[in-house]
């Protein structure tokens, strides 16, 4: 559960490690504040195209084949990011990251699913849920702090802990391949059928109202 919640943690570092400092990220890079709404959508937007792509891979491949790399992926664009010397190659690394970040927060909760059952899987996934609550809330602080007693560049930084987070799953994650050989035409005819149920397309059409509140009047 502990690589679970650093692996939630992660999945949500994107912005909220960005979005207290970015007055000074753009004064430091010669930007405009017109540049802000970019900087903040470039990271979450490769999702909406490469969730699926991620599902599918970690379906076929086996969850630790997807999330380390993904994991890896982001902690190094993270650094990357933290010491770009100019806006472009920050956009390039938020970029990658935005690839990186479907294969995280998702699959956190895959494994919960996967090894727990009844009520002690649901108690785990609201631990897992108060985790990412209190990131939310506590991150933006962190880094503000950070970039307060240093400079932004720092804050970024803390995007790499995902390298060490991925150092722990390659320890503690079985390399489980999945038994089942299902064409890739059965999965998607699979996830059309189920995606048609009623109370799921409601779920997903909150969460997509929410998504748009989240960022595109909050953030």
Known sequence: ?????????????????????????????????????????????????????????????????????CLTLFGTMGLVGAFAPNFELLLVARIFQGIAAPGRGNLAVVLIGEHWDGTERTRRIGRNVAVLTAGLALVPLLSGAIAELGDWRWSQAVGGI????????????????PTARRTL????????????????LAILGCGFLLFVVLFGVFL
């Open 185 to 200: 035409g059965e999965q998607v005819r699979g996830a059309a059928a189920i995606l048609r149920t009623p109370m799921l």
């Open 1 to 69: 559960m502990w690589f679970i919640f650093s692996v939630t943690t992660c999945g949500i570092l994107a912005n909220t490690l960005l979005t207290p400092n970015l007055p000074d990220i753009l004064a430091d890079l010669d930007r405009t504040d017109a540049a802000a709404g970019l900087l903040v959508a470039v990271s979450p937007l490769p999702g909406v195209v490469v969730a699926p792509i991620i599902g599918l891979l970690a379906d076929r491949l086996g969850r630790r084949r997807v999330l380390l790399p």
């Open 162 to 177: 995902a390298l060490p987070v991925a150092a722990m799953g390659q320890r503690s994650l079985p390399d489980v391949r």
